[in-house]
C-alpha cells in the first residue's frame, strides 16, 4: 500500500510563512474590510439624521434593537418615503437589508446603473427582514436607498437598515460654514449669506431646525414666512462625502407687513358670535350689552333663500322668540356706538343651517347684491363667512388649490373679491371654518387622486390662498372636530392646548397639500390668525379650560410651555381668539372674556 501525502500540513505551513509577510497581512485585512454597511444611521439612533423623509418622526417603540426606529404614516399621494443616498464602487455587488412593521411596506435601492430593486412585505404584524441585491454600473458612484408605505394604509415601521457591500474612499465632509449673517428682511422672507467653505459643492439652509432649501452658492432668500415673526437659521456646507456640521444660528426677525382688510384693529383681538337671529338656551344679548372687551362682534346669521340661490336675508330675532331684542333703530344705534369705540361688527354668513352653494354666476351676483344690502342697511364693517356642512365641495378634477375650477369654489372667490373692491381697505373680511375643510387637507384634498375621498376635505384651502392679501382674519373652529394629522405627522384631539397648537401651527408654518411636497399651502401672517374655541362646555365639544387656553397662547407667542408638540415658530403678533359665542361666555359668567383679558390686558 503507497504511503499517504501530507498534503494539509504542508498547505498549512505555508499559508502560515505567507501570512506572516507584512504586505499579504494588509491585503487580507483590506480584503476582510471590504465589505462594509454603507448606509448611515440605519438604526435610526441620531433621529433622521442622514435620512430625508416626507414624512416621518423616530419613536421609541416599537423597536428592532437599540432605542429608536423609524415611523412614517402615508397620507394622501404620499407614500411616506424615507431616502438616503450612498456613494458606492462601480461595477460592485451590494445587499440590502432592513427590518419591517406594518401593511405594504417596501425596500428598495434606485440610480444603481442597472436594474433598480426594491422588496416589500403585505402585512407585518411583527418586525419582518426584508432583503434585496443589485449590482452597480460601470460608472455609477452613487446610488439612493429607501424605504416607503403604500397609500391610505396606515403608519409602517423601519429599522436596523444596512447597505452592505465595498465601500468608496469618499473623502471627508466639509467644514462648517461661518460668517453666517442676515442681510435682508422682509414682512415673508429673509436673505442670508456666509463665508465660502473650502470643500463644498453646495450648502443647506436650515430654518428652526428643518431643513428648508439648498444653494449652490454662499447666499439664499428664504420665502413664505410670516410677518413679525423670529425665525433661526442654519447652513451645511456638503459635498460628495456628505454634510457638515451645522453653522452657528442667526435670528431674522420679518417686519410687519401690511394688513389683509384693516389696519386699525388691536394688536390682539377678542372675536366672538352674538346670536342676533335666534335665541337658544343661552339667552338673547343686546348688541349694546356687549362689553367692550368684544372687538370684532359677528352678528349670526345671514342665511339664504334657498341653498342654491346665493340671496341672502338677515332677520333679527322676532320679540316672540326674543322678548328683551331691542328695536331696529337701537340696534343700528348700537352699531354705531361699537364702531365709535373702535369696534367691528361684521355679519355672518351660513352657520350650521346655513348651506351656501353658489353653483352659478347669477347666485354669485345675488350673494353680492344681497350681502351689500345688509352691509348698507345697518351700517356694518364687512363680512364672516361661515360656510359649513355642504356649502363647499371640490370637483374630481380639481385638484391644485392655487387654480381652482369648482363653481362653487370660483365664484365664492370672485364674489368676496368684488364686495371687497366695492368697500375698499377698511373692509373687515374674516373667515371661519371648520378644521375639515382647511388642516384636514394636509392629508386628503378633495377626492384625492384615485377617487372616494370626500371632496369636502381642504375645499377651504382655494379660497383662503385666493383672498389671503385681502383677509384681515381667519379663525378656524378648533372644536365640533375629529382628530386631525399635525405637521409633526401624529394625530391630535380636541380636550386639551395641545390641539390648538397643532392646528394654529399649521396655519403659521404653512403644509403640503395632501402630502405633496410640490404643492404647499403657505403660512398666514399671524396678525391674521386668531384661535377659535367653544367658550363654554355648552357651546360645542372641544371646551378647554383657562388654563389650557394660557398654555395655548405660551406656546404659539413665546415658545414656552408647549408639551411634546414642537412648533415651527415663534408668533408674539398672533392676533388673539374667537369663540362661539359672546352669549355662552355671558352664560358662563364670561369666564373666555377674562381669560383674554388677563392674558392680553
Known amino acids: 500500500m503507497e504511503r499517504p501525502r501530507r498534503t494539509r500540513p504542508v498547505l498549512a505551513a505555508l499559508t502560515a510563512a505567507l501570512l506572516a509577510l507584512p504586505g499579504i ?24 439624521d442622514g435620512w430625508n423623509c416626507t414624512a416621518g418622526t423616530t419613536v421609541g417603540s416599537p423597536v428592532h434593537s437599540g432605542v429608536a426606529a423609524l415611523q412614517a404614516t402615508p397620507a394622501g399621494s404620499d407614500n411616506a418615503q424615507c431616502a438616503q443616498t450612498v456613494t458606492v464602487q462601480p ?4 445587499t440590502l437589508s432592513g427590518y419591517v412593521r406594518g401593511s405594504y411596506v417596501y425596500l428598495g435601492a434606485s440610480g444603481t446603473g442597472t436594474t433598480d430593486v426594491s ?27 429607501y424605504t416607503h408605505g403604500w397609500y391610505g394604509t396606515g403608519a409602517y415601521y423601519a429599522d436596523d437598515l444596512s447597505l452592505t457591500g465595498p465601500g468608496a474612499s469618499a473623502g471627508q ?29 453646495g450648502y443647506a439652509v436650515y430654518r428652526d431646525g428643518t431643513k428648508v432649501q439648498t444653494a449652490s452658492g454662499t447666499s439664499a432668500t428664504v420665502t413664505g414666512l410670516s410677518a413679525s415673526t423670529a425665525y433661526g437659521f442654519q447652513v451645511t456646507a456638503v459635498n460628495t462625502a456628505g454634510e457638515s456640521a451645522r453653522s452657528a444660528t442667526v435670528t431674522a426677525t ?10 386699525d ?49 338677515f332677520t333679527r330675532c322676532p320679540v316672540t322668540e326674543c322678548p328683551n331684542a331691542e328695536s331696529d333703530a337701537d340696534f ?20 350650521q343651517n346655513g348651506q351656501v352653494q353658489l353653483t352659478t354666476t347669477a347666485a354669485r351676483d345675488a350673494f353680492v347684491s344681497s350681502v351689500s344690502n345688509i352691509i348698507d342697511t345697518y351700517g356694518l364693517d364687512g363680512l364672516d363667512i361661515d360656510f359649513e356642512g355642504h356649502s363647499l365641495s371640490l370637483n374630481a378634477d380639481d385638484t391644485d388649490f392655487r387654480n381652482p375650477k369648482t363653481p362653487v369654489i370660483v365664484n365664492l372667490i370672485s364674489a368676496l373679491k368684488t364686495l371687497k373692491a366695492k368697500y375698499g381697505t377698511k373692509f373687515v373680511l374674516t373667515m371661519a371654518p371648520e378644521t375639515f375643510f382647511v388642516q384636514m387637507g394636509y392629508q386628503y384634498y378633495g377626492t384625492g387622486k384615485w377617487g372616494g375621498q370626500d371632496p369636502r376635505c381642504g375645499a377651504y384651502l382655494p379660497v383662503i390662498y385666493a383672498l389671503r392679501d385681502d383677509l384681515t382674519l381667519l379663525h378656524v373652529q378648533d372644536y365640533n372636530s375629529g382628530p386631525i394629522m399635525g405637521l409633526d ?19 403659521l408654518t404653512g403644509f403640503p397639500v395632501a402630502g405633496d411636497a410640490n404643492n404647499v399651502f403657505p403660512p398666514l401672517r399671524p396678525d391674521q390668525v386668531a384661535i377659535g374655541m367653544p367658550a363654554s362646555t355648552n357651546a360645542g365639544n372641544g371646551y378647554v379650560a383657562p388654563a389650557e387656553v394660557v398654555k395655548t397662547l405660551d406656546c404659539l407667542t413665546k415658545r414656552s410651555g408647549c408639551g411634546s408638540y414642537a412648533t415651527h415658530g415663534t408668533w408674539p403678533a398672533l392676533r388673539g381668539l374667537m369663540t362661539w359665542s359672546v352669549n355662552w361666555d355671558r352664560y358662563a359668567n364670561w369666564e373666555f372674556q377674562k381669560t383674554f383679558d388677563g392674558y392680553f390686558g
Open 25 to 48: 497581512t494588509a491585503l487580507s485585512s483590506a480584503a476582510r474590510a471590504a465589505d462594509a454597511d454603507l448606509a448611515r444611521n440605519g438604526g435610526f439612533e441620531s433621529g433622521l
Open 91 to 94: 461595477d460592485a455587488q451590494y
Open 119 to 145: 422588496t416589500w412585505t403585505q402585512s407585518a404584524p411583527d418586525w419582518q427582514r426584508l432583503t434585496t441585491s443589485f449590482r452597480t454600473g460601470p460608472s455609477t458612484t452613487r446610488v439612493t436607498i
Open 173 to 201: 465632509p466639509p467644514a462648517a460654514p461661518t460668517g453666517l449673517a442676515v442681510t435682508t428682511v422682509t414682512s415673508s422672507s429673509a436673505t442670508l449669506s456666509w463665508s465660502a467653505v473650502t470643500g463644498a459643492t
Open 254 to 263: 420679518t417686519t410687519a407687513g401690511s394688513s389683509g382688510g384693516t389696519s
Open 265 to 313: 384693529l388691536p394688536a390682539h383681538a377678542l372675536v366672538g358670535y352674538l346670536h342676533a337671529s335666534f335665541a337658544n338656551g343661552s339667552g338673547y344679548t343686546r348688541l349694546a350689552d356687549v362689553p367692550d372687551s368684544w372687538d370684532v362682534i359677528d352678528l349670526a346669521f345671514g342665511e339664504p333663500t334657498s341653498a342654491t340661490s346665493g340671496d341672502i336675508r
Open 332 to 351: 343700528k344705534a348700537a352699531v354705531k356706538a361699537k364702531q365709535a369705540a373702535g369696534k367691528k361688527v361684521l355679519i355672518s354668513i351660513g352657520g
Open 489 to 507: 405627522n401624529q394625530y391630535h384631539s380636541m380636550g386639551g392646548a395641545d390641539f390648538h397648537i397643532a392646528m394654529t401651527d399649521m396655519l
